[in-house]
């Protein structure tokens, strides 16, 4: 779609017109809620859709029948000749292996009626379930389940968000193997409807928009730049002759057209500056094409550094291939690819399908997108918040978070808020005046966001019901003191409390607490597989955690506690 805006001239001097603020409703934008097939790409670099790395199986892309008998699809749901993707429970596959697809994060929903829709296959005697999940600031609720044979067919599935879904939230997909290989699950055609929000993270490049380039920057103080082109390049023997998004000489790439360079020149693009990552599996993806007998080198870097992160060289087949590059970045950074050229004329390079994962931009969208209701729901009085986007009051609140005591819509003055700081100190701070936004919400981290307020009655986090464990007490005997002591940073900690509900977050292994217990009931927790969270002890009356080592007897005011060390 494009929209042309024409002004004509009137009959004299006094027919000035001015246009100014030129916005879109989130439902007009087509790359706000895609629809994906699957298509042909690998999982983990389609749509933003991204595998977990800590379940126990990967879905696998598949077209066709999955290979086993009396289970699974034997063909897609889009054109019955495409791709989707499924759970495969033949061995080595045991009862209870989870597969995990984690959505893009997405903001709150523009309307009320925003739902996720879906399509699934669930046929074999021993299929076990899959069950969708909702991650919010506010926790992680199952939202849709379904369990046992569903008969050999593609079934429309779908979920309704709640418009009070007030910050960014993204879907789980996890299927559960059963008892036997007839056991697959399918998915295929996953979309949200247009009363939904947009992706909170638009880094996704594939060259097919109506401005291809505007998403990159091309640098001034290199030799030569990246084409744009479809098709094969102009020299035999080297370059892609179609794109990697659709597989044909219509899509689109960019690439380095080395007939008229000399050895060593650079070509040198960036993305848009990113913000500080959000989670531990932030991830730049891309697809990559580097054919010809005098093929130079391709690197990536984060601005302002002299390493590469990413390198190749020479020759890698006449062939799209992918690379996965974890970002370790604490700080905002911008991704930079430098293509250097071969010998001689066979060394085209190229570039297609570059994104960032989820964990790089989940819980710190623009805020500038947000409706003033969506505003006022994100940030209410009673929610815990740190600086944000726009700070400029320097060491004001002391560097600490903060409460609202006056939230969006609660100020006497229009586009303000008012918080207290942990300091002590109440000020007011701009949350939409003048197009400024000083404020975040307080450390969202990945997946389950521990919550600072009270949350809205329609997210009720997974619970289970299970008995004391070794190193449990009943922590609700504990006063938020005794529980800061037993529970201090450097206490090594397992997942058995008796509110544990966030499956294998954990990786099996147990862990070392690295934030202090807040006085809201919240601890931070490093597991053995490097993955940081943050758990209730005491928040929302819930006790995620025991030690790994016991404490003696129940709490009472006459005693102090103190952990067991053996030693």
């Known amino acids: 779609m494009q929209i042309m805006m024409e002004g004509i001239d009137g009959a004299s001097f006094?027919?000035?017109?001015?246009?100014?603020?030129?916005?879109?409703?989130?439902?007009?934008?087509?790359?706000?809620?895609?629809?994906?097939?699957?298509?042909?790409?690998?999982?983990?670099?389609?749509?933003?859709?991204?595998?977990?790395?800590?379940?126990?199986?990967?879905?696998?892309?598949?077209?066709?029948?999955?290979?086993?008998?009396?289970?699974?699809?034997?063909?897609?749901?889009?054109?019955?000749?495409?791709?989707?993707?499924?759970?495969?429970?033949?061995?080595?596959s045991t009862i209870g292996d989870n597969a995990v697809l984690i959505s893009p994060s997405y903001l709150p929903p523009a309307a009320a009626g925003c739902k996720l829709n879906f399509w699934y296959h669930m046929y074999g005697s021993t299929i076990g379930s899959l069950t969708i999940y909702l991650d919010t600031y506010y926790g992680r609720s199952s939202v849709w389940t379904k369990k046992g044979n569903q008969g050999n067919v593609w079934i429309a599935g779908s979920v309704s968000v709640p418009q009070d879904t007030a910050w960014v939230h993204r879907f789980r997909f996890e299927a559960v193997a059963g008892t036997s290989f007839t056991g697959d699950i399918a998915l295929d055609d996953i979309s949200l409807s247009s009363q939904c929000g947009c992706l909170s993270c638009s880094t996704q490049?594939?060259?097919?928009?109506?401005?291809?380039?505007?998403?990159?920057?091309?640098?001034?103080?290199?030799?030569?730049?990246?084409?744009?082109?479809?098709?094969?390049?102009?020299?035999?023997?080297?370059?892609?002759?179609?794109?990697?998004?659709?597989?044909?000489?219509?899509?689109?790439?960019?690439?380095?057209?080395?007939?008229?360079?000399?050895?060593?020149?650079?070509?040198?693009?960036?993305?848009?500056?990113?913000?500080?990552?959000?989670?531990?599996?932030?991830?730049?993806?891309?697809?990559?094409?580097?054919?010809?007998?005098?093929?130079?080198?391709?690197?990536?870097?984060?601005?302002?550094?002299?390493?590469?992160?990413?390198?190749?060289?020479?020759?890698?087949?006449?062939?799209?291939?992918?690379?996965?590059?974890?970002?370790?970045?604490?700080?905002?950074?911008?991704?930079?690819?430098?293509?250097?050229?071969?010998?001689?004329?066979?060394?085209?390079?190229?570039?297609?399908?570059?994104?960032l994962t989820p964990d790089c931009c989940t819980n710190r969208p623009d805020l500038s997108k947000f409706t003033l209701a969506q505003l006022q729901l994100a940030f209410r009085t009673g929610t815990r918040v740190i600086r944000g986007r726009d700070w400029s009051w320097g060491t004001q609140g002391g560097g600490l978070p903060g409460t609202l005591t006056q939230g969006v819509g609660n100020s006497s003055r229009t586009g303000y808020v008012q918080v207290q700081w942990d300091n002590g100190l109440l000020s007011s701070y701009r949350m939409g005046a003048s197009s400024k936004y000083d404020l975040y919400l307080q450390i969202p981290v990945t997946g389950v966001i521990a919550p600072t307020s009270v949350p809205p009655?329609?997210?009720?986090?997974?619970?289970?019901?299970?008995?004391?464990?070794?190193?449990?007490?009943?922590?609700?005997?504990?006063?938020?003191?005794?529980?800061?002591?037993?529970?201090?940073v450097g206490t090594r900690v397992t997942p058995f409390g008796p509110d544990w509900s966030w499956g294998t977050q954990n990786g099996g292994k147990n862990g070392t607490v690295t934030k202090a217990l807040t006085a809201t009931g919240y601890v931070s927790v490093t597991w053995d597989n490097a993955v940081t969270q943050t758990y209730r002890m005491g928040g929302a009356g819930k006790y995620d955690l025991c030690l790994e080592v016991g404490i003696v007897g129940p709490p009472n005011a006459a005693c102090t506690q103190k952990a067991l060390t053996f030693d």
């Open 205 to 355: 490049i594939n060259f097919e928009t109506t401005n291809p380039m505007s998403s990159i920057t091309q640098y001034t103080s290199d030799k030569f730049d990246w084409t744009l082109h479809r098709g094969s390049t102009t020299s035999g023997s080297t370059g892609p002759s179609v794109d990697h998004t659709r597989g044909t000489a219509s899509g689109y790439y960019i690439y380095l057209e080395t007939s008229t360079t000399s050895h060593g020149d650079t070509a040198i693009i960036s993305l848009p500056r990113n913000q500080a990552p959000a989670g531990p599996a932030c991830a730049l993806v891309f697809w990559y094409h580097m054919y010809g007998a005098s093929i130079g080198s391709l690197a990536v870097s984060l601005a302002g550094s002299t390493t590469a992160v990413w390198s190749k060289t020479g020759n890698q087949g006449n062939s799209w291939q992918r690379a996965i590059i974890p970002i370790t970045s604490k700080s905002a950074f911008t991704v930079v690819f430098t293509g250097t050229a071969g010998t001689t004329f066979t060394g085209d390079i190229a570039l297609d399908d570059i994104w």
């Open 457 to 488: 009655t329609t997210i009720t986090p997974v619970t289970t019901t299970k008995p004391l464990q070794p190193g449990c007490q009943d922590w609700s005997q504990f006063t938020n003191a005794q529980l800061a002591v037993t529970f201090k």
């Open 14 to 92: 006094s027919g000035d017109i001015a246009i100014d603020d030129i916005t879109f409703d989130q439902s007009c934008c087509s790359d706000c809620h895609p629809n994906v097939t699957f298509g042909n790409n690998t999982v983990g670099s389609y749509m933003g859709y991204w595998q977990s790395g800590v379940d126990k199986t990967d879905w696998t892309l598949q077209k066709g029948t999955t290979g086993s008998l009396s289970t699974g699809p034997d063909k897609d749901h889009t054109t019955g000749s495409g791709y989707y993707v499924y759970l495969e429970t033949s061995v080595p």
